[in-house]
């Protein structure tokens, strides 16, 4: 017999990246992350201003062939800001969505697979958190722990968790009424096993779904922090805090807000396309 | 012959696909007259129920093209604006479904549900509503129907919901029923009765009727005239005793001959394989009786004594119980290495709990179960991992049974890597094996079980416990959701392995005609008990209990020849096994009908 004595994840693993790379939605979501990864990425090596460099005799300028995205109310370079803005936004965007996942998801499955008093503890303490508005925790977990872009993605992260814990434990919950799962206990596997093989990867698609949405809220709330002093620290750029110091001067400078409101729009549209792909990708029954 | 009330001609009904239009039903044609019932049978996929959607007009139009004509009183239903169409539904013509328990809304009482049917078509005043409601359901033989209006759904049992879809389907007095599965989820003694009621509402109301199964049993109960579909085409059109006697189409009588009779098997000895039969040239090839698989004198590989498994329900202000559902009540069977022990029984009687029960995968209240040597209630976690390589289980549902993200290689090759039975390479190859030897290909391997059929996703978890070389497997309802054709191939395979492995089945199942043909030794359950248990010749051929008689008289016979009588007895609900709290079963005394053959005593 030919069949390798290879174990059988890569396999899956190959038909699912092909699957990806047919479908050209996914693609076009993937190359709109990429294009903003590689500029946050490449920003030391790029010919632009320093985005820091304030210049008096150059506040709220129009784009102009010296400016292609025109200068802020200190004179600032808008697109030099831009790309070196992208580094805060995207890693808050990311970075606390792994957060979130990270913790909530495996609380949500600890609460759905037991059920009973771990359930019961579990979802109680969540509910006090989801009664908290998503941002006031924010604010109030990163005044906690101080003000810098780290301590704002954690804060962000921890408040998106109750989402994730909610959402993991009731989809766990609906699996857990599949044959398949008996079916697992009754070959004698453990809990970890059932939880990870058989669990785990018949909920991705719903969580791929809110962690895409889950991006773009973090955007919004690290520039709602950044605002406060407990973001990004100023002067260093961020595309929440350009927009929110742009709102003072909409009918002045409107291309302040037009630059970063058009990235935040393009990158939570490409995580949203890329997360379609992905969940479509990594679902066998899809073709 | 009076002119018909329905009349489809051609009706050809076509789906997009990305393909391109896929023909689902083509050109069918058949008429229903005013008070005749015409029946519309095939297996999954023969495009049945599309027709019957194509008639009501219930496809989206952008995805689904429906051709060639269809009329009711003379009147073209398919040129029909929208508008006109909706007045058709639910007045003219009424729908019932399959699921009783999903097509009533939970939220509103059942009175308001008819109610408003009869206000939406007659405008019928609240009070006036009301009175009408209560006749509806007095006529569908609700028992106590004025106290129960204000009942929601979910007070109601499953038959009980069926006849009350079919009061709501009645309320417009409709000129055609269309009745699509309306007895396929309902146990055998319900089908019964909701058959019953639907030829008597019939002849009252002098309604015609199109009957949508896949059950040729249920077919020749009920139908004047039977309309065969096999894969979109109509291939038989004539009455119902003629198709029966004589069908002309090899696919008609592959379709009769594969379907499982009960009582066919007095005389036999054995348990028998089904015959195989070819659904292109109908031709038919009489299979051999399994041999003697069962040494009696040997100790029982499964023993269960005095099982008792309840469930707590509701809790009173200090949050103890107020009672137990007493799913599985003092249960004493053996099973033989090499035998086949059906429980049978209707839904809610704890005969999947039994099985449950007995592996572990729910934890018995009380009682002892020896299996293979294993004392099961008492195991430790190491010596419960030991036990599962002796005992296994197959499930109902192939379309939940297996692990949809997981290949067919990964999931037979699972249980042999976990029990450290073979090493990744050598699962694999085994696993390759296993699928050739359950009439699958081993190039299959890396596929998902959503590239299967029904049947050959039963194999591919039927192999997955081969991987253990298994003493015992509980079989629940493993063919039952199979189309009767692919079940009798099952069948045949688990008897197959079973004469190759002497594996004993405890087969769990509400089908009675397989049971009689599967099973060396047979136990009814009834609301948790055990009320009769024997060999198969003894219960199917001379059955003590009250019970054992009803269900199975109730079964349907496909012979139009021998129509069952009107059964005289009311409708009962089902009794509940719900017990209050600190309730003690009263004492059971069986008495020996003959050798081996238990009957309860009733009072």
């Not at chain 1, 990867?201 to 779904?209: F, G, H, K, M, Y």
Request: aromatic share 6%; with cysteine.
């Amino acid at each position: 017999m030919s069949v390798a004595a290879e174990g059988l994840a890569p396999r899956a693993r190959s038909r699912a990246w092909g699957k990806f790379r047919r479908s050209p939605a996914a693609l076009v979501g993937l190359a709109i992350v990429g294009f903003f990864g590689l500029l946050a990425l490449a920003a030391p090596l790029l010919p632009i201003a320093d985005p820091l460099a304030t210049s008096w005799t150059a506040i709220r300028q129009a784009p102009s062939a010296a400016h292609w995205l025109g200068t802020d109310e200190l004179g600032r370079d808008i697109l030099s800001r831009m790309v070196w803005g992208a580094r805060a936004s995207l890693a808050a965007g990311v970075v606390s969505v792994a957060i979130a996942l990270a913790t909530g998801v495996p609380i949500g499955l600890l609460a759905g697979y037991f059920g009973g008093f771990t359930d019961m503890a579990i979802s109680r303490f969540t509910d006090a958190l989801l009664a908290m508005p998503f941002l006031i925790t924010a604010i109030a977990l990163a005044a906690f722990l101080g003000p810098s872009l780290m301590n704002a993605m954690i804060a962000i992260g921890l408040s998106a968790m109750p989402i994730f814990i909610r959402l993991t434990r009731g989809q766990v919950m609906a699996v857990k009424k599949e044959d398949y799962i008996e079916g697992a206990r009754a070959i004698g596997l453990g809990h970890v096993a059932i939880m990870t093989r058989y669990v785990l990867p018949n909920i991705v698609p719903p969580l791929i779904v809110q962690a895409t949405l889950t991006v773009a809220t973090s955007i919004i709330a690290e520039a709602s922090l950044s605002f406060l002093g407990l973001g990004q620290q100023a002067p260093a750029p961020s595309w929440g805090s350009m927009l929110n110091v742009a709102k003072n001067f909409l009918s002045q400078a409107p291309w302040m807000a037009l630059w970063p409101g058009l990235a935040i729009f393009f990158v939570v549209m490409g995580f949203n396309i890329l997360g379609d792909g992905l969940r479509d990708a990594l679902d066998p029954r899809e073709h | 012959m009076t002119a018909p009330l329905l009349s489809v001609r051609d009706l050809t009904t076509a789906f997009r696909t990305p393909e391109g239009w896929r023909e689902v039903v083509k050109g069918v044609s058949f008429n229903v007259a005013p008070g005749e019932t015409v029946a519309i049978v095939g297996e999954s996929g023969s495009g049945k129920s599309v027709t019957s959607m194509s008639i009501m007009r219930l496809l989206d139009p952008v995805n689904a093209r429906i051709g060639g004509a269809v009329t009711l009183e003379g009147r073209d239903l398919l040129s029909l604006p929208e508008e006109d169409m909706r007045h058709i539904r639910g007045k003219d013509i009424a729908m019932i479904f399959q699921e009783p328990m999903t097509s009533l809304n939970p939220a509103y009482t059942v009175g308001r549900q008819i109610g408003e049917v009869l206000r939406h078509h007659d405008g019928a005043g609240r009070a006036e509503a009301r009175a009408a409601t209560a006749a509806l359901m007095e006529r569908v033989r609700i028992p106590n129907a004025a106290a129960r209006l204000d009942d929601y759904p979910h007070q109601f049992s499953g038959g009980m919901r069926q006849r009350v879809m079919i009061a709501m389907a009645l309320a417009a007095r409709p000129k055609l029923l269309i009745a699509d599965e309306p007895t396929t989820a309902l146990d055998v003694t319900i089908q019964g009765e909701i058959l019953e009621l639907l030829k008597e509402l019939q002849e009252e109301s002098g309604m015609g009727m199109l009957f949508i199964t896949h059950d040729m049993g249920v077919v020749a109960e009920i139908a004047d005239r039977t309309v065969v579909m096999y894969r979109g085409d109509c291939v038989e059109t004539g009455t119902t005793r003629k198709i029966f006697s004589r069908g002309d189409h090899p696919y008609t009588r592959a379709l009769l001959a594969a379907m499982p009779r009960i009582g066919s098997m007095a005389g036999e000895a054995w348990p028998l394989r089904f015959d195989r039969v070819d659904t292109a040239t109908g031709s038919i090839e009489p299979q051999g009786p399994v041999a003697d698989t069962v040494d009696r004198s040997a100790t029982p590989v499964l023993s269960v004594k005095n099982l008792v498994t309840r469930f707590n329900v509701g809790s009173d202000l200090f949050g103890r119980s107020t009672g137990a559902v007493h799913a599985v009540e003092n249960v004493s069977f053996d099973l033989h290495q090499g035998e086949t022990l059906s429980l049978v029984g209707e839904s809610g009687c704890g005969k999947s709990t039994t099985g449950r029960s007995i592996l572990r995968l729910i934890e018995a209240t009380s009682g002892d179960i020896q299996l293979d040597g294993f004392d099961v209630r008492a195991l430790g976690p190491g010596d419960l991992m030991r036990m599962r390589r002796t005992a296994q289980m197959i499930f109902q549902d192939p379309y939940s049974s297996l692990n949809p993200r997981m290949t067919v290689g990964q999931t037979v090759a699972e249980p042999m890597i976990r029990h450290r039975l073979a090493g990744r390479g050598e699962a694999r190859r085994r696993a390759a094996a296993l699928l050739e030897r359950v009439g699958l290909s081993p190039a299959m391997l890396d596929r998902y079980p959503h590239e299967f059929s029904g049947g050959q996703r039963q194999r591919v978890a039927i192999a997955r416990v081969l991987g253990l070389n298994p003493k015992v497997i509980v079989a629940d309802e493993s063919v039952s959701a199979l189309d009767v054709s692919i079940k009798a191939q099952v069948v045949n395979l688990l008897m197959d392995l079973q004469e190759e492995r002497k594996i004993a089945f405890l087969f769990i199942s509400h089908d009675m005609a397989v049971v009689e043909r599967i099973s060396h030794r047979v136990a009814v359950m009834y609301l948790g008990e055990i009320v009769e248990i024997g060999p198969r010749a003894a219960v199917f051929g001379a059955p003590q209990h009250p019970y054992t008689k009803r269900l199975l008289e109730a079964v349907p016979v496909p012979d139009p020849a021998r129509r069952h009588h009107r059964l005289t007895v009311a409708p009962e609900e089902l009794k509940s096994p719900v017990r209050p709290r600190g309730f003690t079963p009263p004492p059971r005394h069986y008495r020996e009908a003959a050798a081996g053959h238990l009957v309860m005593e009733t009072h």
